[in-house]
Nanobody, 124 residues
């Protein structure tokens, strides 16, 4: 059973930065694709970024492209989301997700493992 635990959320002013981390307990983390999703109040959960098993391929939502960077450290069983130039519309609960195949996708249904989420609030 894989467990994912996010950390690094908080309150930041617009234009600021935060770095989210997601630690996995799985021994096969290095073979999983990982993703970040977010859900704002009253809205559906949406894709943010994803990374393949090796870190050689990444995908981003248009809304965060150029501002957010996903990365991973397989030796530490951890995936990261560096968020720069944050905007109030980035306010949401951010979820880490994993799938037991190497390739990254944008589809929520492709991910079988989810963390509990971490709140990110961007003030204007």
């Amino acid at each position: 059973q894989v467990q994912l635990v996010e950390s690094g959320g908080g309150l930041v002013q617009a234009g600021g930065s935060l770095k989210l981390s997601c630690a996995s307990s799985g021994r096969t983390f290095g073979s999983y694709a990982m993703g970040w999703f977010r859900q704002a109040p009253g809205k559906e959960r949406e894709f943010v970024a994803a990374i393949n098993w090796s870190g050689s391929s990444t995908i981003y939502a248009d809304s965060v492209k150029g501002r957010f960077t996903i990365s991973r450290d397989n030796a530490k069983n951890t995936v990261y989301l560096q968020m720069n130039s944050l905007k109030p519309e980035d306010t949401a609960v951010y979820y880490c997700a994993g799938r037991e195949v190497p390739g990254a996708t944008t589809r929520i249904g492709d991910y079988g493992y989810w963390g509990q989420g971490t709140q990110v609030t961007v003030s204007s």
